[in-house]
């Protein structure tokens, strides 16, 4: 497969000949000795603040500890060298803060580090900061009283996506080729569509997400990356995925031994099921559906075989199995960061729908959480039933092209309504999570207006690797990495 190249034209590129390589070319740079991790630290620094200023992307900036990292030599991994950004969620960097988007954590600082970055420092990655989302990773923009509001590279009155919008805007703006996310109902995938990456949530059980606990909401929640090429993505998967201690279960192992090899694996024939309708009737804007039709013509014109059919899933079991999940993992943390602190959380510490989670998980029975399991496995079963017939699902990521800012902003008052309203925007995403199948946001088609819109592809459960080949086709034939947007 050949490299990822892109048209270095984004004004705020400090540096265009760094620019135009993905991370495996950046990191076979510094192995011919063409540059320095030091000065792609520099470069990539460079490239952060002056983007930043305009889109709102960092939430903190460990520049000196990057640059410790360097002096104390690198390991040689697939990535020595290049720059990285963890998303400021659920993971840990000794000696900084992690505030997961909240005024409430903004002082506690991590006393080491998570597994996940640890194997990042292994694989060589430089981090030099951390992303922004919104808090405690709750919604579909990136949006909160703790960090303010994360724009769009490709149009600044626009979302970012969420929750890991930082990411999303910092790779979009060439800042660094890829950055950390986590996906809990689509957090990966939806900044992916938004700012026109490619966004792969893998499957349960695949990453770590440990030690503090080798499960995010009950299993919902996995993490991996936004990146600018398929092949960073599959890359990184291979240096960060395994077991870790205390994990119940493991992803099986990839066909080929590794998750880059399968991108050169002989590429066969799939049968694609084209799910055009959302699940529960809610509309779908005509940029998104023309997405995912231009999409099924292209992997027919790549020798698939595509057929029109969806899965009878109980959508509104699982989506109250969401909320129940989520309003209880919500309230354990405010319960416990009030604990932990010796003083308890008020609610104008906390966003307005953060606040309704907690109160609500407060008031949940257990009843309703082993309802939610059930839920959760009845959908699973479904979906492998009706994966005997396909290998992929192909939908629409999202239901709308990015929306405008504030439409979606936790500080909303009325919470239930804007849960609609998030469901209405992302209706598509979250039954990946429910059954814990890997699915992935490919920047296959532009609006009218110039916004990206990304097109989903879901896979069964452990099998990435037919995922990535796919991918991997996708974007040889349709290539993205050349579109930049200029601010």
């Known amino acids: 497969m050949a490299a990822a190249t892109v048209v270095p034209n984004f004004a705020m590129t400090q540096d265009s000949s760094f620019a135009s390589y993905d991370g495996i070319g950046l990191a076979g740079l510094v192995r011919r000795k063409k540059a320095s991790p030091a000065e792609l630290l520099d470069w990539a620094i460079k490239n952060a603040e002056t983007a930043n200023a305009k889109l709102n992307f960092l939430a903190h900036k460990h520049y000196d500890a990057a640059k410790a990292q360097i002096r104390a030599a690198l390991p040689s991994g697939p990535f020595t060298g290049v720059p990285f950004l963890l998303k400021d969620l659920g993971v840990a960097l000794s000696g900084t803060v992690t505030s997961n988007g909240s005024l409430i954590f903004k002082d506690r600082v991590a006393d080491f580090d998570s597994e996940l970055v640890l194997r990042y420092k292994r694989a060589g990655l430089v981090i030099f900061g951390k992303t922004t989302s919104p808090e405690f990773g709750l919604g579909g923009t990136t949006e909160s009283k703790a960090f303010g509001q994360t724009r769009n590279p490709w149009n600044l009155e626009r979302v970012a996506g969420g929750s890991s919008g930082g990411s999303g805007a910092a790779v979009a703006a060439g800042v660094v080729p890829m950055a950390q996310g986590s996906d809990g109902g689509g957090s990966i995938r939806i900044p992916a569509s938004c700012n026109g990456l490619f966004g792969l949530k893998p499957s349960r059980g695949r990453i770590p997400t440990g030690p503090v606990a080798t499960e995010i909401w009950l299993g919902l929640s996995v993490r991996h990356a936004l990146t600018r090429s398929v092949r960073d993505s599959a890359a990184l998967m291979d240096a960060t995925a395994g077991t870790e201690l205390g994990s119940r279960y493991t992803a099986p192992a990839p066909r080929t031994g590794s998750f880059l090899s399968e991108l050169r694996a002989t590429r066969q024939k799939l049968r694609i099921a084209l799910m055009l309708t959302e699940p529960s009737g809610l509309p779908l804007d005509v940029e998104c559906l023309t997405a995912a039709l231009s999409a099924a013509k292209l992997c027919e014109s790549l020798g698939h075989h595509v057929e029109e059919a969806a899965p009878a899933l109980d959508v509104a079991s699982v989506r109250a199995g969401f909320t129940s999940v989520v309003t209880c ?76 800012l504030g439409e979606l902003n936790n500080a909303a008052v009325d919470a239930p309504a804007l849960r609609k309203q998030m469901t209405a925007f992302s209706p598509f995403t979250s039954i990946a999570n429910a059954t814990g199948q890997p699915a ?44 930049r947007p200029v601010i």
């Open 329 to 404: 993992a919500i309230a354990q943390i405010v319960r416990d960061r009030g604990l932990e602190r010796n003083r308890s959380v008020c609610a104008d510490e906390v966003d307005s729908v953060p606040w309704w989670f907690n109160e609500q998980g407060q008031k949940l029975s257990a009843l309703m959480l082993t309802d939610a399991n059930s839920a959760f496995q009845n959908a699973a079963f479904t979906m492998a039933q009706f994966m005997t017939r396909f290998d992929v699902v192909l939908s629409p990521t999202l239901a709308k092209p990015p929306i405008k």
């Open 440 to 483: 992935m946001s490919v920047p296959l088609h532009w609006s009218a207006s110039g916004m990206p819109v990304g097109v989903m592809f879901m896979g069964r459960y452990g099998d990435e690797g037919t995922l990535f080949r796919l991918a991997a086709q996708l974007e040889q034939a349709q290539p993205w990495a050349n579109r």
